[in-house]
């Protein structure tokens, strides 16, 4: 996602297998002059889904007292009854993704058989993985470990009749230190490993190949071209794109969400500022003013810049971690938790028949509900940022680079937190979710210095997802332009923030939840029609 314009960034280098459409980028857009300002919108992908949302906002504002219960039975029903398909298109994503890697279709290079990539690999990595889960891995490196090292040392917990209670994955570890922390970290790495990234490999392969290779729009009915043929730019068309902006606002939402109520946890911790939703409302409102600055530098100005510079604060916090924490313990366990993860994982990743209701619905069907429903935004950036690299090359390092460092990340939190419980330290695990982290790195030397860094980990990270998230929306509803007018970026920059503020209104973290698991659950369908759709146009494809 380079600041080219739309015909360079198109262009092909090289033999490609073009698809014959009479179809023109924009076509259908409606294109307007105000002044200084301009508009250049897809009459009614923007429309509809920008009304839908606005919709939305406000009738979640006018009856704030009352939605909070809908949006929580919402999430209920969808994770309880619905986690056998999430659980099973979430093992679709990562079988298909590894075949391709060992497959002579990985010898396909995006943007044809002679294109070079746009960035190096550091700036490319830090971009992908900055809009990929930095908040998540911030929000939860320290207390997903630590609960699911309780919930197993608990052990399997039953009411009157019959149904389990308890939160551990898989049968738990009554009692059993070692055997609990291994399963912890199993079930946490199963979260941020293979199957996540899989779903954002999947989706942004699938629109590097249409765009930078077929022709099409970069936006996500252009995947569909193989099932839906010319009718794409009709209706079923119009209807994956507007499935798509909701998607990825809501789980975008979702995220800012979590991010604005740890670093109000965190401010809190450090500087007694009051932790509640007007201090989170204030946190988004600035942050969004500042990822606004930065959707006005541009792509290569903004994001790029601030997302190595993440990765650089996130590489050093986690040094220090390491350094100061117990090193050799967070080393063995690296090893030891990678074995425990392959080998939970045919029972974690068990769609049907689970016992562990509690963990593989609350947990695991809410994160790929979640994943699912970020997949348009981190897959159309990823698609804009990897052109030049064949189809080998990105998997393995969209898959596989990025799983290998949520382990690291997670086994040096989630270690040092454990093991600061274990020696008797309480704090980490009696301090409220958001604030975990800084529980931990109070336990560590330079506490208040690695809490301040930590803080601004997160806002950064926040930075980066509205801002590129935003870019995103704005390409999807500008009917595939990669250089729209900057007025649209920021209205949807400015809508993210509304939905986060109103959803933190009507229901806190709960109604965010609910929220993206009714947009991540129709969008996995998408997905699975996603995955035909590309495995036939890789076969059409000429080979470097």
Known sequence: MSDKSHDELMSPDGAVTPIDTDYQIGQDNIAVKIGPFGLDIHNRVFVISGSMIALFVAVTLL????????????????????????????NVFVILCLLLVVSPLGKVRLGGTKAKPDYTYVGWFSMLFA???????????????????????????????????????????LGNADAAKDLGMAATIYHWGLHPWAIYALLALSLALFSFNKGLPLTMRSVFYPVFGERIWGWPGH???????????????????????????????????????????????????LAL????????????????????????????????????????????????????????????????????????????????????????????????????????????????????????????????????????????????????????????????????????????????GSLVIDTISAGGKVDSPVPQRIFWCTFVGLVAISLLLGGGLGALQAMVVSTGLPFGIVLLLCAFSLVKGLMSEPRS
């Open 293 to 468: 600055s930065s959707v006005v530098a541009g792509l290569d100005a903004g994001v790029k810049r601030l997302s190595e510079f993440n990765m650089l604060m996130a590489t050093l916090l986690m040094v220090f971690v390491i350094a100061v924490g117990p090193t050799l313990s967070i080393f063995s366990s690296l090893v030891s938790n990678m074995g425990a993860y392959f080998e939970n994982l045919p029972a974690l990743s068990m769609p049907f028949g689970r016992e562990d209701a509690n963990y593989s619905q609350g947990w695991t069907a809410f994160y790929w509900a979640w994943w699912m429903s970020w997949s348009p935004f981190v897959g159309m950036f990823i698609a804009r940022v990897s052109r030049g690299r064949t189809v080998r090359e990105f998997i393995v390092c969209v898959l596989i680079i990025p799983t290998s460092v949520c382990v690291m990340w997670m086994t040096a939190f989630g270690t040092t937190a454990i093991e600061q419980v274990q020696d008797g330290y309480r704090a980490v695990v009696d301090a409220e979710l958001p604030l975990q982290l800084f529980a931990m790195l109070d336990g560590l030397p330079l506490a208040s210095v690695t809490s301040l860094i930590g803080i601004i980990l997160v806002v950064v990270f926040f930075v980066t997802s509205s801002d590129s």
């Open 239 to 289: 209807i994956i794109d507007i499935t798509a902006v909701v998607a990825t606002l809501f789980g975008l939402a979702t995220s800012l969400g979590f991010g604005a109520s740890q670093a109000a946890a965190g401010l809190n911790y450090l500087f007694g500022i009051p932790n509640g939703t007007p201090t989170q409302i204030v946190l988004i409102i600035g942050i969004t003013g």
């Open 131 to 173: 809009a990929g889960m930095g908040i998540g891995l911030m929000f939860y490196g320290v207390s997903e470990p630590l609960s699911h090292y309780s919930a197993s040392m608990g052990g399997v917990v039953e009411a009157a009749n019959g149904l389990r209670t308890d939160w551990a994955p898989l049968g738990g570890a």
């Open 63 to 90: 009856f704030r007292q009352s939605v909070g219960p809908v949006f929580s039975e919402m999430r209920n029903t969808l994770t309880s009854q619905m986690d056998w398909f999430f659980i099973g298109a979430g």
